[in-house]
């Protein structure tokens, strides 16, 4: 084998090592379209972003977060630089009174006295399940509409 052939035999190996691991840690876009908000409420929307089940819902694990100021009933939040390729769920909260917890109402049955939204619309009676509001990541930029549930 010649010089070259060795040269061109190394440099496709490598290739074929860079170019999947560059698609799968190549950034994107995820444009978040809420609608339905209460902006008489006034207070905050506050987005969680989850890049897992294993921490779906634990305030200490979440992939990224915005809170943006309710003043109108649709608004759009971008969250950048996310992993393309990855799969992620998205919970928002309306934190009316501005104290920085979803606030729940114990009679006659728990349930939050605030408005949520769970990407996929999957809200439901109980814990929104991370199963159902996963969405994948499979474009540079992707493009989501939820539903406030007050």
């Given at each position: 084998m010649?010089?070259k052939s060795?040269?061109?035999?190394?440099?496709i190996?490598?290739?074929?090592?860079?170019i999947?691991?560059?698609?799968k840690?190549?950034?994107?876009?995820?444009?978040v379209k809420?609608?339905?908000?209460?902006?008489?409420?006034g207070?905050?929307?506050i987005f969680?972003?989850?890049n897992?089940k294993?921490n779906?819902?634990?305030?200490?694990?979440?992939?990224?977060?915005?809170?943006v100021?309710v003043?109108?009933d649709?608004?759009?939040?971008?969250?950048?630089?996310v992993?393309?390729?990855d799969?992620y769920?998205?919970f928002?909260f309306h934190?009316?009174?501005?104290n920085n917890?979803?606030?729940?109402?114990?009679?006659?049955f728990?349930h939050?006295?605030?408005?949520?939204?769970?990407?996929?619309?999957?809200?439901?009676?109980g814990e929104?399940l991370?199963d159902?509001?996963?969405?994948?990541v499979?474009?540079?930029e992707?493009f989501?509409?939820i539903?406030?549930?007050?």
């Open positions: 010649s010089k060795v040269f061109l035999v190394i440099f190996l490598v290739l074929c090592v860079i999947p691991a560059a698609a840690t190549a950034s994107a876009v995820i444009h809420v609608n339905g908000i209460r902006p008489k409420q207070g905050n929307l969680a972003l989850y897992s294993e779906w819902l634990v305030l200490k694990k979440i992939y990224a977060s915005r809170v100021k003043t109108q649709s608004l759009t939040v971008d969250f950048e630089n992993s393309y390729g799969s769920a998205l928002v934190d009316a009174n501005e917890k979803l606030d729940f109402s114990w009679f006659p728990p939050p006295k605030e408005g949520v939204a769970v990407s996929n619309n999957a809200v439901r009676m929104p991370y159902k509001a996963r969405f994948a499979n474009n540079p992707c989501i509409e539903r406030m549930h007050y």
